[in-house]
């Protein structure tokens, strides 16, 4: 038998070169294959845009914003600091939105529940049943794939027509005849957008806060909620994480933010050291629950709250418990039955202002009607309000409270939104 | 004569103590009863008479044991108890929540034509009456099958405070208290059996944060120990009248001590419907909010007002 330098012969040398190749096979098909579309001008970091509609912020309000206003014929740019849509639901890994439903009916939809309904179809889950009275209020949230809806959001963007700017943030808005003009940068890149309509969806409506408009904010935030998981098995789309309060966890500005997202890792490390358990799963950043609200053209009160008021410009419903976080804990206080809260237009809109819109937590409320107001489905139903007016507004060349409040309610109620009031 | 006369004596005072101790256990276990508690109050009085005879016939024994060691070890044996007893610390309590009795209350349910009334007394300073007014469904010939109870705020049962006169029926007519009621002697049962208290056998509700809710002694929400510090607890009932083929109702009404309402209307919670435990394929009874398969039975009642003087 032939012996080659190394004391390995040519049988030896096919075997292991079988292996190998089958070895790298196995590797192969482990990784697939797609190439991303050649931006163009890549190089150049200056780029314009002119749309109708700028959507900053793609968390929960956001994206469906966007996505609205796409729908509806807006030319509409959303930019979003993160790396995906969702915010809280995604990126927060509160992948448990709510509530849609009230009392045995479903009072918010719309393109937030056609995402929510769509995830959880496609990740084979389950869809509550409205028509069960839940003993406990957090019965009723949908659990959905927290992945799967970053990225179907993303597709129904593209389907809108709306164009998606990552990693981008608005340095400074200047006024224009006809709008705005945003300048957001990012990595390599700096973007001048004009536009007619701004929708804030910030959630501490930075924005509103770089045009100087007044906002609200208290001397202490709610606690922020680090998910993660620790030991067992990560049930995407079922089960919640384990969640670690982050006592003065502020979304105010990067610097506040780093802090809290740092002093939940710290504390996680911690806990993996001391537990001695697998960290299965860990989100990129801290849920926030609240910085700044804005002062609208009207307040909602606890009370306009608890009392299910219906606003005469009321564009959407909310429903949650009074759910005020505080350093012992929360209590939260369920609605009477039969109340269902709704958001009036005009605290959406930041007072004395005109093109410019917000939703999402930023919504003008006192602090304990805010506690029930800023959880995602009530967001997505102020989203979706706020992308309608925008674009009428736009169209129209007026401002968001101009529009007349009828063609508002049409349009949301022709995009599947349901809408206080008569039918 | 003085043999029989002590006999006499300690024969009377061994059968008082025997009508003393079946009583004790009775007030313990069961739910306040003016007859158990006046009976066992009043031999109580006879037994302390009786208890001086014997103390008089047998006073020379009685003066040798006082001159023992033994007094002082007796002594000091029952002063531990009566303070351990006193001070409640957390055994004791977990034993005291077994009783079905809250102390000195007074309950009374009474059904008239126009409709319902129930009082109870769980104190001398807090009175409930639960009144429930007829509406146009409601026929006293056939009394409706009533049910009421407390639950914390985890929506178990802690307390049945009226329970229909004919079980057997009701229970059947009243399946979602009935299912609240086996669960919760199913706890208490598995508690029993691995020696752990009810909070810790029951699942509690852990995802809201701070919820104050883990105990299961009634007296803990009813009449707590720290007033400044209450917890919050349900009054619930179920209504069914005989024979409109409709399902039974649920009311209820959160109650708290920390901000007390004199007057509460309860709300219509929905009504009970079977479904299984998709995990265990456990029967599992859940409330559905009312729907289009209801119309007398939602004028059963026309209202049902909680009245509490917390004075």
Known sequence: ?423 | MKKHQRSFVSLLTALSFVVLAVTGILAFARPFSIEVVGLHALMGFVFVGLIALHVANNLNHLSQYMRTKVLWLTLTIIAGLTGFFLWQPGPIRSILALSQNLGPAIDQFEMKDDGLVYHYSPGPHYKMALTIRAGKAFDATKPPHVAIWLENASFYHIKTLHEPDDLAVGRAALPYWDFKIRGWEEAKRKAQESGKVLSEQLEVDGVSGATQNSSFDPADYILPADPDNPMPYRLVIEIDQPGDDQPSLVYSVEIDNAAPYAFQLLDLVGYPKREEDGKNRKELWTLYFVDEQFDSALTLIDSALLTIDRN
Not at chain 1, 230 to 242: D, N, S, T, V
């Open chain 1, 1 to 423: 038998m032939n012996k080659n330098e190394n004391g390995t012969d040519r049988r030896d040398f096919l075997q292991s070169g079988l292996l190998g190749t089958a070895a790298a096979g196995l590797a192969i098909t482990s990784t697939s294959h797609v190439t991303a579309q050649t931006v163009p001008d890549a190089a150049e970091p200056e780029v314009t845009n002119e749309v109708d509609v700028l959507v900053v912020g793609g968390g929960s309000a956001g994206h469906v914003a966007a996505i609205q206003a796409g729908r509806a014929g807006a030319k509409t740019l959303i930019v979003e600091r993160n790396s995906q849509l969702g915010g809280t639901t995604t990126t927060g890994g509160v992948a448990f939105p709510g509530l849609f439903d009230a009392w045995g009916k479903q009072v918010i939809a719309g393109i937030g529940w056609e995402l929510v309904k769509e995830s959880v179809e496609l990740d084979g889950g389950q869809l509550p049943n409205f028509a069960r009275v839940p003993q406990r209020h957090w019965e009723n949230q949908v659990h959905v794939n927290q992945f799967l809806y970053a990225i179907l959001a993303e597709e129904k963007c593209a389907q809108a027509g709306v164009e998606i700017a990552y990693y981008e943030f608005p340095q400074a808005v200047t006024k224009t005849d006809d709008g705005w003009q945003v300048d957001c940068v990012g990595f390599g890149t700096k973007r001048r957008v004009r536009c007619k309509q701004i929708i804030d969806c910030t959630g501490g409506a930075e924005v509103v806060g770089m045009l100087g408009f007044p906002r609200l904010r208290e001397e202490e935030r709610q606690p922020g909620s680090y998910l993660f998981m620790l030991g067992g098995e990560r049930a995407i789309g079922r089960k919640q994480l384990h969640r670690l309060y982050v006592h003065g966890a502020d979304s105010t500005n990067s610097r506040t933010a780093t802090e809290a997202n740092m002093t939940g890792r710290k504390s996680v490390l911690a806990r993996v050291r001391k537990e001695k358990k697998r960290l299965m799963h860990l989100q990129p950043e801290t849920g926030f629950r609240e910085s700044y609200r804005i002062q609208g053209e009207t307040l909602i009160s606890v009370n306009d709250y608890t009392s299910g008021r219906v606003f005469d410009d009321a564009i959407s419903y909310a429903f949650y418990p009074v759910d005020l976080h505080t350093k012992t804990g929360v209590r939260p206080k369920p609605l009477k039955p039969g109340k269902v809260p709704t958001i009036p237009l005009s605290a959406l809109i930041p007072k004395g202002s005109r093109n410019i819109i917000v939703a999402g937590r930023c919504v003008s409320s006192d602090r304990l009607a805010n506690s029930g107001l800023r959880v995602q489905a009530s967001c997505m139903g102020m989203g979706q309000a706020a992308g309608v007016a925008a674009t009428l507004a736009a169209k129209s060349g007026t401002t968001p409270l101009e529009v007349p409040l009828t063609e508002i309610h049409a349009l949301l109620r022709e995009h599947g939104q349901i809408v206080p009031g008569k039918a």
